[in-house]
Structure formats: structure tokens, C-alpha cells
């Protein structure tokens, strides 16, 4: 079973501030997916950025990126230049390749100040 | 770009109503996912199906059912609603390709039983 842990529930960022945002896993699978999810008020659940395990390279997407270290089963997002727009829940979620069936933390309220 | 409709964004239902709540996505995925969210529990797996006609419980599929009769759309139904299904509910599809796993999901449905 894969077991998805965000243990912080809140936290708060500056306007054009970094933030990194914390998550482990535990997966007894070689082959699978991480993910970073945000979903703003309007609920519309958005993928953020897609990390393979096989994969040692650090998945970036312009101003998201992610710290995978597999052997600690950690995957932290962090958000540079963080923008007004930022603001909202973030959930962290894995698959494995044996199936599509996600696993998500409990989720993450970031809030961005002017 | 990825589409994925649920049939209404809000909705208010007597208890003992039976409920239906529909899912339609437009990229032809075979795999389809109903969740509910409830704050501080994050997103929970009711049921899944991977194929017209074919579905699987998730972690919590106890007092709902589901149909999947056609492939772009997938049905949620509560037999008899009651006030501890008050919740929001998710529906997300994808494809079932290796390194597809990325789920798309629909703008969500906020159901209140009275």
C-alpha cells in the first residue's frame, strides 16, 4: 500500500518569496509517479508538475520545481517568485505503474502576501 | 487540451434521495475515478473503472454504486443519501498508456444532503 504525508497543514509566503513545500511517501514499488497538485477557490484541481522515480533528474516547470530524493522518499515542491496566483491548496499524490490509482496527502493551504 | 465535465456544480439533496452525478471526458481515456475531499482527509478513492462495463472499488466505496455504460462517461450514485455524504466529489480520467498516469480532473460537485 503507498501512503502519502504532508504534515503541514498551512503555511505562508511573501510575494516574490520562495517556498518549498514538504512530502514523503512510502511505496514498497519500483516503478512509479509523483505528482504536485494545486487546486485554487475556484476548485479546478490542476496538475503542477510530474516527477518518474527512474528518473534522477529534478522535474522543472518554469517556476515550479521539485527535490526528489528517492532513498529518503521525499518530494518537495518548490515555488520561486511566488506570485499572488499561487495561492491555494496543494496536494501531493503517487501511483504506481501496476495500476493508475492515486494516493494523496492531505493536502497543503499556502497563502501568498502582498 | 483535456476535458472533463461533471454535471453540476452544486447540488442540495433530501436524505434517502437517490443521487446521481455525472461524469463526462472528451479524450477517450479509458480509465475513470470517482473521489470525495473533505477537509483535513485530502482526496479519498471511491470507486474506478478502466473500462466500459468494468469498475473497482476504492478505499471507500461504501454507500455508492456506480455505471459506466459508455467510455467518456462515468456515473455516481447514491442510493439513498445521507447527511454524512455531504461533501465535494471529483471525477478524473486518464489514459491507460505507460507514462500517461497524469490525472485530468473535472471542476468538481459540491453536494449538500439535508
Known amino acids: 500500500a503507498q501512503t502519502v504525508t504532508q504534515s503541514q497543514p498551512e503555511m505562508s509566503v511573501q510575494e516574490a518569496e520562495t517556498v518549498t513545500l514538504s512530502c514523503t511517501y512510502d511505496?514498497?514499488?519500483?516503478?512509479?509517479?509523483l505528482f504536485w497538485y494545486k487546486q485554487p477557490p475556484s476548485r479546478q484541481m490542476i496538475l503542477v508538475i510530474r516527477?518518474?522515480?527512474?528518473?534522477?533528474q529534478n522535474a522543472t516547470e518554469n517556476r515550479f520545481s521539485v527535490n526528489f530524493q528517492k532513498a529518503a522518499k521525499s518530494f518537495s515542491l518548490k515555488i520561486s517568485d511566488s506570485q499572488l496566483g499561487d495561492a491555494a491548496m496543494y496536494f501531493c499524490?503517487?501511483?504506481?505503474?501496476?495500476?493508475?490509482?492515486?494516493?494523496f496527502g492531505k493536502g497543503i493551504t499556502l497563502s501568498v502576501r502582498p | 487540451d483535456v476535458k472533463v465535465t461533471q454535471s453540476s456544480r452544486y447540488l442540495v439533496k433530501r436524505t434517502g434521495e437517490k443521487v446521481f452525478l455525472e461524469c463526462v471526458q472528451d479524450?477517450?481515456?479509458?480509465?475513470m475515478f470517482w473521489y470525495r475531499q473533505d477537509p483535513g482527509l485530502g482526496l479519498r478513492l471511491i470507486y474506478f473503472?478502466?473500462?466500459?462495463?468494468?469498475?473497482e472499488k476504492g478505499d471507500i466505496p461504501e454507500g455508492y454504486s456506480v455505471s459506466r455504460e459508455k467510455k467518456e462517461r462515468f456515473s455516481l450514485i447514491l442510493e439513498s443519501a445521507s447527511t454524512n455524504q455531504t461533501s465535494m466529489y471529483l471525477c478524473?480520467?486518464?489514459?491507460?498508456?505507460?507514462?500517461?498516469?497524469?490525472?485530468?480532473f473535472g471542476p468538481g460537485t459540491r453536494l449538500t444532503v439535508l
Open positions: 473503472s478502466y473500462d466500459v462495463k468494468m469498475k
Open positions: 478524473a480520467s486518464n489514459a491507460r498508456v505507460a507514462g500517461s498516469d497524469t490525472q485530468y
Open positions: 511505496t514498497s514499488e519500483s516503478d512509479y509517479y
Open positions: 499524490a503517487s501511483v504506481t505503474g501496476a495500476n493508475s490509482k492515486l494516493t
Open positions: 516527477q518518474e522515480a527512474y528518473k534522477q
Open positions: 479524450m477517450d481515456h479509458e480509465n
